[in-house]
DNA sequence: TTTACATGTGTCAACGTTTACACATCGCTT
DNA sequence: AAGCGATGTGTAAACGTTGACACATGTAAA
């Protein structure tokens, strides 16, 4: 009646399979799956007799066989771009992983470390296993987007801009840069420096250079707005394309010593992110000069701010919220069909800027 | 001759299959298995054929039905304890990450989120998944654990004493709190403090209590070893179960600030993680009390070391590392088979570190 | 010339699930 | 009394790949 047994729940190995729960329950496996996914009709007794047999023999669905069959395998793909020393994919990750078990998912991993090669890899894999979608956080190769995308599986990007038929997921970084100004100018700064990176001009990066760009404009705009417009004086950009090791917190380091040798004025100082404002934050404690007595200091990102001395003010950029906004969009949407969603900053004040030193 | 063929390689959506690929070669799918795997003999005419079918048609195996044909997914799953706000299971899982991949395996990630429920649910998608090795960093609930060891999965531990039949990768905490209380003493420092976690009574939490322990006892024998033993009084440990957001920062400020009220005289302080050191920088740059000059700092684990104002003296653990062991072992064991490894740790001296002050 | 073994290829039955379809009953309505 | 829909269950064919097995050759040793 039944294929011979193998496993039959007691050895471990491999599990009992629906013909083993069938034969028990006296069914047809037609009739496990029934009640296993609650559809069809199925008598009280039936399902009393298969759940008993589910229960003792420790039945649990083999997902593969399961997948292969129905052609999904509830499975979302998440590519990250690089990881260390930046938290910032770790934590995009987590938020994707975090919504997808909620609705049963399951999340594979792939880390393309920086390199379009890798990617494609990871890509490769991914589309091997039949995830339901990819997540990209960020992609490096757009090339490797369109691949997923032809191949007919959902594309989930993040920070990066349009895409045709994909789902994207944005957070606004100008409104963040200028609410940081603000809380700066409205303390009483007037001489500001920024410290930043410049903005890549490589078309393959231009998410990078959006964000880059956005931070940067919210500087000039809120200071044109107060009248301190028009000078750029007192923005250091560094080159970190040439520097192999970027980004590094030696960057941060050495953009605020530049800033203090060229504008010993500066009052406060508006970093590009968490992890740049650290460096800030060291090369200002070598000098002696104290944080926020003497000067003030934000940040962008919240990844580092919370455990710096003193903590830092900065923009709170939504990492995990970005992570599950983008598994919903990996869950919901059909394959080749477009989505944005926004997510907004928060400014969080804490104790690295007050008032201006008194000169 | 084959199957009426569905997937032709252009629409995209589930792509070409072996038969596909054979059809147009003109041989059957056996062949194609032959040429994919390189194993079997096959012509060299035909290999070129069929390749040429492969890559025309952009065919990609596909592992799911792969998978089911031969048992094994080639699929390490990694449950992570909890991941906020210590990187440490990030970086371990990015270290499993590394190695799989390398290796052709995949890597699914599950959050257990510090809760013995979501780990078991953690466990059983991972096994309807049928992977093929479990890593658990750091396990939850051992009945958990026990579950997968009967499922007949391997088994992986990172950071919990031993189990019966698993691989578990362990890092000796005290030969680094050795190092790291011999650079105080090497400085001239007599008047050491330690801030530290309590180590947990629970038996299930066993492995917390044996690192907690190690690093404890670093302290105290090197202390005696120097004639300054049998003095816990510049001992501060907190009692973070009460506590219901631990570990947070606010605990490494709480217990620096404890430990200088009571014991002023104190002129360095090692702290059980870089958590709790960041916390004590803060206590200290509150007071004004200036590091390294009036007081030194050494921190444990390397998670934010770098970042601080100033950088950290720690001790470095090998997170990353324990992560590519911990994927070796699922790689490499048999289900139920028990395998060892020990990772060392390194002290590495920043600037937070010097001579003591003088009184 | 037989024998044996290496080489090259095809057939077909799995792997464990899902699901369309067929075939029963049962209780009602006309 | 026939007909109909709702209910309950089994049969069997997929899903795409793998690998044991069978069956060819060709070539070299006996």
Redo the contacts with the bound molecule.
């Keep these: 009646m039944t294929?011979p047994t193998?496993?039959d729940g007691q050895d471990g190995k491999?599990g009992p399979?629906?013909?083993d729960v069938a034969a028990q329950a006296?069914?047809?496996?037609?009739?496990v799956?029934?009640v296993?996914?609650g559809k069809?009709?199925?008598?009280d007794?039936?399902r009393r007799r298969v759940e008993k047999a589910m229960r003792q023999q420790g039945f649990r669905?083999?997902a593969v066989?399961?997948g292969?069959?129905?052609?999904s395998t509830r499975t979302i793909g998440v590519l990250l771009h690089e990881t260390l020393p930046n938290p910032f994919f770790a934590e995009v990750a987590l938020g994707v992983e975090h919504a997808a078990t909620e609705h049963g998912y399951n999340v594979l991993v792939y880390n393309a470390r920086g390199s379009a090669e890798h990617e494609r890899t990871g890509v490769d894999a991914f589309l091997s296993q039949r995830v339901d979608a990819i997540v990209f956080a960020k992609a490096v190769d757009a090339r490797n987007v369109e691949l997923v995308h032809r191949a007919g599986v959902v594309v989930v990007e993040v920070e990066k801009p349009r895409f045709r038929g994909a789902g994207v997921v944005l957070v606004d970084n100008y409104v963040g840069a200028t609410a940081a100004m603000r809380h700066l100018l409205e303390l009483g700064h007037e001489q500001i420096g920024y410290i930043g990176d410049p903005a890549p001009t490589d078309p393959e990066m231009a998410g990078t250079a959006r964000v880059i760009a956005e931070r940067l404009a919210g500087y000039r705009d809120v200071l044109e707005e107060h009248g301190f417009g028009g000078d750029d004086s007192r923005v250091v950009l560094g080159e970190y394309f040439l520097d192999p090791g970027w980004p590094s917190l030696r960057t941060g380091y050495d953009y605020m010593s530049r800033l203090l040798d060229r504008s010993p004025e500066v009052t406060a100082v508006f970093a590009a992110s968490d992890l740049l404002a650290a460096g800030a934050l060291q090369a200002l404690y070598e000098r002696r000069i104290r944080v926020p007595d003497q000067a003030s200091v934000v940040g962008f990102d919240d990844t580092h701010a919370q455990h710096l001395a003193p903590p830092l003010t900065t923009v709170r950029q939504p990492m995990f919220e970005m992570g599950v906004e983008a598994a919903g969009l990996a869950m919901k949407l059909e394959p080749r069909t477009s989505s944005e969603v926004w997510l907004q900053t928060e400014l969080v004040v804490r104790q690295s800027t007050g008032p201006p030193r008194q000169v």
């Design positions: 294929p193998k496993g491999s399979t629906l013909h006296g069914v047809s496996t037609a009739t799956s029934r296993l996914h069809g009709y199925v008598s007794a039936t669905l083999n066989a399961s292969l069959k129905r052609g």
